[in-house]
């Protein structure tokens, strides 16, 4: 056992709790202040809009099978389910903040992150 923990040790700890703070407080202003909305487009038209507040899962489909199954959970939106060969969309994870965009190209889905007041779409779908 060595002591080794001295005032540079401090200052390391010091610097990475402000990181800390600053990631978080960051991340909880997006998410309380910016994503509100995620839309949904198959095939480059709109397929719905899905309100971010309500957990909920949505089946995209496409010539009445699902394709794609997005999944809405305390702000965030991530691809739970799809059918496409290479699952890049499922391997993008989870994506909260305004303009983000979850994409599965061999399905042509694409969910969109939104800030309500930037889209003006009221929610249609549900
Ligand atoms: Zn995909």
């Given at each position: 056992?060595?002591?080794h923990?001295g005032?540079?040790?401090w200052?390391?700890?010091?610097v990475?709790?402000?990181i800390?703070?600053?990631i978080?407080?960051?991340?909880s202003?997006w998410?309380?202040?910016?994503?509100?909305?995620a839309?949904?487009t198959?095939d480059?038209?709109?397929?719905?809009?899905?309100?971010?507040?309500?957990d909920q899962?949505i089946?995209?489909?496409?010539?009445?099978?699902?394709?794609?199954?997005?999944?809405i959970?305390?702000g965030?939106?991530?691809?739970q389910?799809a059918?496409?060969?290479?699952?890049l969309?499922e391997?993008?994870?989870?994506?909260?903040?305004?303009?983000?965009?979850?994409?599965?190209?061999?399905?042509?889905?694409?969910?969109?992150?939104?800030s309500?007041?930037t889209?003006?779409?009221?929610?249609?779908?549900n």
């Amino acid at each position: 056992m060595r002591q080794h923990f001295g005032k540079r040790d401090w200052i390391l700890l010091g610097v990475l709790a402000i990181i800390a703070i600053a990631i978080w407080g960051y991340t909880s202003f997006w998410q309380k202040e910016s994503a509100e909305k995620a839309i949904v487009t198959l095939d480059g038209e709109t397929y719905g809009t899905y309100d971010l507040k309500r957990d909920q899962t949505i089946e995209i489909k496409k010539d009445d099978s699902v394709c794609n199954v997005l999944c809405i959970q305390d702000g965030e939106i991530f691809m739970q389910d799809a059918t496409c060969p290479d699952k890049l969309c499922e391997k993008q994870g989870k994506k909260s903040h305004d303009k983000e965009t979850i994409v599965c190209l061999p399905n042509k889905v694409v969910v969109t992150v939104v800030s309500a007041d930037t889209s003006g779409i009221d929610s249609v779908a549900n």
